[in-house]
Every structure is written in C-alpha cells, then in structure tokens.
DNA sequence: AAAAAAC
C-alpha cells in the first residue's frame, strides 16, 4: 500500500504529514499527488470527507518550496466558495508547512482590507480567497494575477450554485495560461464540465473509488409532523426538536440543526437558548467574527448545538458530531446527504433526525429517491404514547409553570431578544386552555412551560479535541479519534452516488 | 425558494 513517503512530497512537507499523525493517503490524495507533482493538471471529483483538501495542499507546498514570491504577486491561488472553507484551508496550509519558509494571505469578505493589503504588498507564495474579496483587491489595482503558477478551484459544484462561475471564469483569464490547474467538483455538471474542457489542459482525472456510503454508519429516521393548527406550525416544530432531542439524552453529546432560512436559523437558536439549550446560530447574515467565534467554539467543544443555514452543509471540517437535526427538509436532496454528512464521519456512529410537515412531503421523497431507499418513519414523541414519562423528566412540575403567566417578565423592553423573533413570542405566552382542548398541544404545552436548563452534555471528551485541533487541523479530515477501529489515511466515508462514476450518474 | 458571496 502506498505510504505518504513514497509519494516525491517535499521532505520538510512529508515531516508535517507525519507529525499531523498520517501515513497512508487516502484514494484521492494517493491518486492526485504524483500527477500533480509532476506538474499536471488535476480533474478530481471528490466529496469532502475524503482527503481532498490534502491531496492539493500537499504536492502545492512542495512545488512552492522552493523560490520566493514577489510583492503583489502571489505564486499560488485557492478559490473556495465560502469563507469558513476558505479558512480551513489556510488552516490545512499552516500545517503542512510548518517547516517551510512560505507565505500566506486569507482573502476573505466580511473583515477589513487592511491586514489583507498588508500581507499582499509583502508577498505571498500562497493566496486563498472567496472570488468576490479576490476580485474586489484586483479592481483596487492591489493584485497582479499573472505570477500565478498553481490555481486550485475548490468545491467547484457549490461555485456553480452560488452563481460564482462568471467570477471564476475571469480570475482563471487573469492567470497566465501556462499555470497549473487542479480543479475539484463533487458533481460534472455540463457547466462545469465546459469550463474543465476551457481552462484545464490535458488533465490528469481522478475520480474517489467506491466506498462505504454514510449511510451505513448514520442511523437515520424522520418524523412526520401535521400541525395542530397552521399558525402554530413553526412553534410545534420547535416543541417536536427539543423533545428529539430530550429523547436522545446523553448520547447526543454535540449537535448540528439546520434549517432552510436563516430567519428559521436565528429563531431555532434563540428559542434552544431561551430552553435552556447550549446553541447558537451560524449563517451568511452574521457578522463574519460571530461566525468564526462560533463555528471555533463547536469545534472546541464549548458549543454543543450549532443552529445553521446550509453555509455549514458542506466542506466544514467539524469534529465528528453525535447528531444531525434537520429542522426543515431540505428543498434539493443533494443537500440531504451533505448535511447528514456531519455525522457518522470517519466511521464513527451518527444519527440524522428530520422533521417533515405535509408541505415537505414532496422534497422527501425527492430525497428517498435519490438515497434508493426510505428514511425510516420514527415516533413523534410528543403524540405517541410512548413518551409521556421520558418528558416528565425532562419538564418537572410543569403544572405549576403552565398556570403561572411568564408574560409580565418579557414585557421588559430590555429583555426582548435582539433579533427579532416573532413565531418565538407565541411560544412564550402559552394559552393553557387552549392547550388543554388540542389532543397534540397537551404535552407540548407542558413542555412550553418548563424551560428548565438542562445540563450540558459531559465534556471532558470534547475538550480532547480541541487539542487535536491545535495538532494538526488534518485535511477534510477522517481523524483517527475513535476507539480500535482502522482508518485509512485522512479518508472518510462517501455517499453511494457521489462515488459513482459520470456515466453513471448520468443514467440514474 | 433560499443560501452563499463584495463594498
């Protein structure tokens, strides 16, 4: 089997690999590496999840080692779709080159040009960036791309749903045209497929072999919900995740829900945190260092539930998470299979739990049919009879919180959230009566009324991994933090379909 | 229909 050392990689470049703990590649990287040293152009279809970020970082880093880059001039170029990705990877290239003598900028939107114009004038042998900042620093007339010898377009598929591709289309034409090009998509998309044909020469295609799907390490299961009345929908769904997630107790250690809006987003956060719920919400709208402090703050483990938007579907690089929640179905099955990804990562166990109203209906079995298999049905603990003791645990003395009006304590201007959250408020001011008529509102009532803190998930395994996370970052990474099992590489578990092939994906 | 990304 082939080892990290027999790949060429730079000497001070594979000393990184090996103190990051790796020494066998995974498919893709074993695969990209040796084309890719040799100078050639790269056509990787990979998912995150299986090295990919690696297997450019690696044969980048030591093609660069050797010479310097000229002020405004960067030597290399990493576009990525988002900037959480794009973080990552800067953090990917920290690693690995911690014994060599390069340079690096983070071109990212949301934070002040200033350190990035610094970093540039200064040189960088390595530029990452989203397409918009890079653009914005070219048209300041602050950024020559004609020294660029290595581009790498990165989660190019996403590029294409974002609308990017125009933008990537003329980053490429201000690159020289005798640069080397590694291009990575999850999918072939006649688009994309047009502008690999354009702009990559002869490139060396590598596809992720076939392996395990995740959805054989992710227990998965949906709930179907009818509200008991449409305005009470949003709030019912509410109710319907915390006691999803009561049910699931301790072993639900650290979690993502993401819903379809960010409105969604900040109102699920809000409403956990107001339960007493570790959470906070991540998406597009925040200020980008609330972002940042948030997504650390998961990864260290001081955050057990991160609410999100699909910012946070693909590429992030989270620490294996117990749970994924899908507050809403998402509306393109593909994104079902990236969120779910969250979990059950590097072969560990995970569990993907979904809610679904009627309206839904249609984009679940849009998913079912993409998956070639149904999402088992599971109780809705708030209407079977199952679960009535599970939420007196978790709800004491409700009696006592139902009768008693908590509206005089929010009719303090000061207390009032700062977001605003309408369908929350309905939550607050539970109407016992009306409660006591609907079969379904009973419990939920019950539950409304006691937003007891629950104790946080037991953290001292979590705070493991925040050391691990100073050691090394690993790449999209399959880390070997789970117990005996075997895990090759920085590989990682894949979605049947995205490993098939072209052809093959065509015909389905 | 919404999310992401530039100011």
Known sequence: ?????????????????????YETPTPIQAAAIPPALEGRDVLGIAQTGTGKTASFTLPMLSLLSRGRARARMPRSLVLCPTRELAAQVAENFDTYSKYLKLTKALLIGGVSFKEQDKLIDKGVDVLIATPGRLLDHFERGKLLLTGVQIMVVDEADRMLDMGFIPDIERIFSLTPFTRQTLFFSATMAPEIERITNTFL???????????????????QGVVML???RRDREASEKRNLLRALIEREGDKCTNAIVFCNRKVDVDIVAKSLTKYGYDAAPIHGDLDQSQRTRTLDGFRAGDLRFLIASDVAARGLDVPAVSHVFNFDVPSHAEDYVHRIGRTGRA??????????????????????????????????????????EAEAEAAPAPEKKAAKPRVSRRSKKSEEPKTDAPAAKAEETPKPQEAAEAPVAAPVAAQEAAPEPQQPAPKPERKERSSRRGGGGGSDRGRQDHGGGKVTGMGDHLPGFIALSFDERRTR
Do not use: Y
């Not at 082939?2 to 990184?16: C, G, I, M, Q, Y």
């Not at 020469?201 to 227990?219: G, K, N, Y």
């Not at 072969?347 to 088992?376: H, S, V």
């Open 1 to 21: 089997m082939t080892k990290f050392s027999d790949l060429n990689l730079n000497p001070k470049v594979l000393k990184a690999v090996e103190d990051a703990g």
């Open 201 to 219: 020469s002869a490139p060396e295609r590598v596809e992720v072999a076939r392996q395990a799907t995740a959805s054989e390490t992710i227990e």
């Open 226 to 228: 009818k509200a008991s």
């Open 347 to 388: 072969g560990r166990d995970g569990k993907a739990l979904m809610i679904c109203i009627p309206r839904d209906e249609k984009n679940l079995a849009a998913i079912e049919d993409l998956l070639q298999k149904a999402i088992p049905r599971v109780d809705n603990p708030l209407q079977s009879g199952t679960a009535p």
